[in-house]
């Protein structure tokens, strides 16, 4: 196999991170999560596209998705060591999977519409396609997640092979400038987007410190006080009703 | 000219939205049917979106949105816990803080932004007081004693109250860190069930003990001589820690905890032992419930009970309740954790804030999403689904499949508010079938053994198999009580009986499923039983489907032998094309 200039980062990447106790089966989990969401956006296009030819295929395209996530879940827990609760944790945990780009309030077909939606599947399957080879390369040792990734492959040059089909028909029908436009906003939103996710864990990082010291220099002090004068009741207690009318006591937050 | 009144939950687990227009219920969905997000948390956007589309009207037109509890509140009841117990709350301080600091305090805006409110229109209720108001108002009753319990509110675990023609009014509190919710939850996670989520697998797992470990549950929480109840906080960490529920010394008490995941086998005594202590926290948590009816039907001298919160979802603990308290009869919310909130904060405006005429009573859970037959068929068509329209036979047509020993799906109308599947969106067989608990355990839920199935029967045939405690009318229409299967009947419907001899039923009205009705009745004509196995229409891990395309996607991924949608039938046997992805065979692994 010969990789691309930037899939040797992600495979030096990789063969140290794929190797690091319990990791493996951590980065199965969140696989399996970023394949579950992509499930859910396909299920979203099915029902909201307005091209009656293309909800079959994003159907399928959806069913596979879920496929995966099943087999990447069963590796998960599969390499998961018992004592991994991480990576449990992380399975069962359905809020994980917005972490991995599902947007509650939209579905992703709807903000970037039928030609960026499609281009961004097209890049997405190509890039997860060889992010793929490369772990299919590092786990040389270990047949069954070998086996997945090759089963998983197959799927992706359908999703690939159909959506670059797709666009290009949008440019046979005169739309090859929207084509080129969506598949360039796309990239550039996949940069930012690789951009915002190392900013948030920055930021994250950051946060934790200065609450931490916050918590040590204000709380630690302000906490004697507050065990000598908060008193938590036991058994029943008389609501506390404020003053006012209820309309005035609706109003208010607190 | 109409009053209408939008109610939000959200923040914690389960958001929802519910529209109320002059009274009435129109709309309620929980945000996860829509975000395909198991206990969705966020600001329910599409929800809110749908329920104003299916009232045909935009924001604009809304008179008030009311959220379900006081954030200002819970952040203060936070930050003093957090105080309180410094240094061990380190960690939870942080993750807290960021969390609020950058999201919850802010849900003011956060609904002005996302859901497009104007903030003059915005009203904040109390948790406790939505979910008495869901009750009471959604209650055929006049005047109702009403007992609210649940992990935590502001500073409220547990409320009583007084409902008649002048409102709802607080009598007695109890207040966090005593609840009996959480402490529930601390004996889910310690028996390897995910919190907030795997309540009722306790509940499952209990009917396989015996309450042999009762006297240790009782040195955690304990039942009051008043009638309220005290936990001892060495034995649990919710009120410091982020992650955790329990202490070392609850350990201690009762041993190592159960591996998330592994198999439960009630035959070991490992197994045993974990069923004996879940039966233990189920047998304190019924006795602290019936003291505090006790005392709230001391308090009001009232005949009626209406329950709500988390807790009320517990309907073994329902039934010991109307049992075993002076209550002659028992209501319970079909939402009663935090969901219901957006119903009963938006009821409480209409009923007390607004001072309008008495809202009308619950009759129906389908108060979700409805797709046409037009939209159905027109999807089917365009995913190439072999399919035949069967019109007015639709129900004959089930029913010939359930007695003939097949899986059904069954998706119907508007999806169910609450977490019961009530015959809208429902897995379907025969609980005649001594082989049917297990093969739908196994090849169509992918979920635990041990685990029962609920039946749905007509109502007015619920006495032929169940024995059923005077006063349950409404908790039975919503899946809400456990009762026992008559002696006679046990042996002939093995798929239902659980265990310990017992069935979660659900009693199905004309008026609250025209059509499920006719399917009870068609089955009752054929085989003589008008009673069905009734799940919910979901894979493990996943919300109940509420689209037909999330009910063909879940059709394709598990054991469902037949597709009902609409008057649409879907056989398995027939699918062509999208054959190569629809592999269950490998789910049971999961």
Partial sequence: MILERRDWLLWAISSVVWRMPGRGSIKMAGFSHTEAGSGLDMLAATEETTRRDMRAKYFRHALDELKHARLFKKRALALAPQEMSRAQAMLEDSNFIREHGINASESLFSRLGELEFL???????????????????????????????????????????YSRAELDRYTEAGQAKEVKEAVGRVKRRRFLEAWLRFSVVLGDFMSKL??????ILVLGPSSIFARLTEKQPKGFVMPVIPDGDILERAQFQG | MSITVLGISAQ?????????????????????????LKHDASIPVRATRWCLEHAGITMDDVDHVVFYEKPLKKFERLMVNQLLH??????????????????????????????????????????????????????????????????????????????????????????????????????????????NNGEYKVMGMAAYGDPVFKDDVLKVL???????????????????????????????LFGVPRFPGTDFDPTTPEGKRYADIAASIQSVAEDCLVALATRIHKETGLDHLCMAGGVALNSVANTAILKRSPFK?????????????????????????????RSAPLTTPGLGRAWSHAEVSELLEDLKVAHT?????????????????????????????????????????????????DRVNEKVKFRERFRPFAPSVQAGAEERYFEIPDGSDQPVRWMLMVVPVREDQKAAMPAITHIDGTARIHVVEEEANPRYHRLLGELGEKTGHPIVLNTSFNLKGEPIVSSPTSALATFMRCGIDVLYIDSFRIDKAN????????????????
């Fill in chain 2, 222 to 252: 304990w039942p009051c001589e008043d009638g309220s109840f005290e936990v001892d906080t060495q034995y649990l960490c919710y009120h410091y820690s982020a992650t955790d529920s329990y202490t070392k010394a609850f350990e201690k």
């Fill in chain 1, 119 to 161: 281009a961004f599947v097209w890049i997405a399957e190509q890039r997860g396609a060889q992010q793929f080879d490369v772990y299919t390369d590092l786990m040389k040792d270990d047949p069954d997640s070998c086996a997945m990734f090759a089963e998983i492959a197959g799927d992706e040059r359908f999703h690939i092979a």
């Fill in chain 2, 86 to 195: 410094f240094p061990k709350s380190f960690k939870a301080f942080q993750r807290s803080s960021m969390i609020w600091l950058t999201d919850k305090l802010w849900v003011r805006n956060n609904l002005v932004k996302q859901l497009g409110v104007h903030p003059d229109k915005l009203l904040w209720s109390e948790h406790h007081l939505s979910h008495a108001a869901s009750v009471f108002y959604g209650s055929p009753h006049s005047e109702a004693a009403i007992l609210t319990v649940d992990g935590v509110g502001e500073w409220a675990s547990t409320g009583l109250w007084r409902g008649d023609a002048d409102g709802i009014t607080p009598l007695l509190e109890v207040t966090f860190p005593h609840s009996i919710g959480l402490v529930y939850s601390a004996f889910t996670a310690f028996l390897g069930f995910r919190v």
């Fill in chain 1, 210 to 215: 200065w609450l931490g010291i916050l918590y």
């Fill in chain 2, 575 to 590: 699918m062509r094309g999208l054959d190569r992805v629809a592999d269950t065979s490998a789910m049971a692994d999961l």
């Fill in chain 2, 12 to 36: 914690y687990h389960d958001s929802a939205a519910a529209l109320v227009r002059d009274g009435v219920v129109i709309a309620a969905a929980s945000e996860e049917r829509f975000s395909r």
């Fill in chain 2, 389 to 437: 329209d069967l019109g007015e036979d639709v129900c004959s047509a089930a029913a010939d499949d359930i007695a003939s020993g097949k899986v059904i799906g069954w998706f119907q109308g508007g999806f169910e508010w609450g977490p019961r599947a009530l015959g809208h969106r429902s897995i379907l067989a025969n609980p005649r079938d001594p082989d049917m608990q």
């Fill in chain 2, 329 to 357: 009869t028992l209501s319970v919310h079909p939402a009663a954790g935090d969901a219901g909130g957006a119903v009963g904060a938006a009821l409480w405006v209409w009923n007390d804030v607004l001072d309008q005429a």
